[in-house]
């Protein structure tokens, strides 16, 4: 019952991109919001809280175009607007006091601007949002309520973050640190000898502890890549987060606690933001093609890690201006090599790809995925890709090839006819040199040539996993496609007994 939900969550959110779901649900908290105040559920005026998210998106807009143009840096809209709607939710919509309006703009301004100067290698360090509420509060008379931690708002904020988490796959995080707070809460009030039950249950309805679990602690550009870093990191944000938390005379606060997180994450992670420019276009299969860039800089990675790719570009779709791409090339190749589907009636930011002309320069971040293969060179790999999900495989094996390092690795290539097979002179060349075994079967029309020999027909099915696997249960299993297809062979591996623990997917927010 529980997988069938989940899958049909996944469903819901997966032609989504993140940012654009998390735009959806901030403008839906703050329409709640607004129809909760309007019945009397939130003390704050409807109006206000509309003119208060208009000026901070206006606000954050505005300067951080100001900004891009001064520091010559890539605007990223959608970046902004985010920012501007999740401080909306922090900050009281209140206006009985003059000062308040600049309070507005001081925040804005001051989130927008760590962006540009609070960065080490043009990559930020701090949320924006909580770096600003933090040094705000350095101001006379003002602070972040974080009014958006209350009963009323709490299932509309639960509903729509559990969307959120699903999306970007980090239950672990937000799970972790919900742990890490509450353990920590009970642990306080054991202490103060205060009551357990009473302090758990303001901490639940009244703080900001979903809302921050959601929408600012999976922050990708803030928190770590790997996924041990972000349970530590969610870890340490949840423990500061505790009401009773205090050092000294001076207790914590939500945003102190992320920017406590945001400094470990600093610390752990891989600091990575390149520019690099389109060297050519390599057609590899039907309707797809490698984008092969020179970076800027030389950078280290793991075969089969992804990065986010930011490319602004006018009549942006409601798909936005990033894309996470698997890095297809291998750390022993010089160039930056990414794989790309296209499709009938694309999206605007596959148009534009496509429109870059050689030395086009893009924008390539957040090095992320432990979709890596182990440190432990003994142990038996299965690599399982259908259609573009080979992209990860290509630059696993092209690295093997290069460095010769000998592991017990069969691919199984599922693509729809021979057309779609990509990368496969690289396939065929591990073959000879390293042993791979690499067993390719098409879905619809398709027939052998030199290039596919013994070519099979149909899906990956159990029965070809046993034929070709007859040590599948000994296999650490690698799983790279659509998300369906992915379902798919984690069903068939659960049905052969292979433990969780050795099936490992390829999964970045919106692959989709």
Known sequence: MWQKLIDQVDSLVDGITMYRLLLYYLLGLLIAAIGLSAVGDINYNAIYIAVSAGILVAACWIINKVLAYLFDAPVNPESSILTGLILALIISPDFSNKLNFLFLLAAAGLAMGSKYVLTYREKHLFNPAAVAIVLTALGPHQEASWWVGTAALLPFVIIGGVLVMRKVRREHMVIAFWVATTVTTAAF???????????????????????????????????????????????????????QFHIGHYYSSPEVALIAGNIFAFIVSPKTKLFPRLREKVEVANDTADFVFVPDRPFTYKPGQYMEFTLPHTGTDNRGSRRYFTIASSPTEKELRIGVKFYDKGSSFKEAMLALDQNSAIVAAQLSGDFVMPDDQSKKLAFIAGGVGITPFRSMVK??????????????????????????????????????????????????????????????????????????????????GTHRMVVTIQDILRELGVPARQVKTDFFPGYA
């Open 399 to 480: 690295y093997l090839v290069d460095t010769g390092e000998q592991r017990d690795v069969t691919l199984l290539y599922s693509a729809r006819t021979t057309a779609d097979f990509a990368y496969v002179p690289i396939f065929e060349e591990a073959r000879r040199t390293i042993g791979l075994s690499t067993i390719y079967t098409a879905t619809g029309t398709a027939q052998s040539t030199k290039y596919l020999p013994a070519l099979r027909r149909g899906a990956i099915t159990a029965a070809l996993i046993q034929q070709e696997l007859p040590d599948y249960a000994e296999r650490t299993f690698y799983i790279s």
């Open 189 to 243: 009030s054991i202490v103060d000898k205060t009551n357990i039950l009473t302090s758990l249950r303001e901490m639940v309805l009244s703080s900001a502890m979903f809302y921050l679990g959601f929408v600012m602690l999976t922050e990708p550009y803030t928190s770590p890549t790997v996924r041990k870093w972000q349970l530590w990191y969610a870890a340490i944000v949840g423990v500061i987060l505790a009401p």
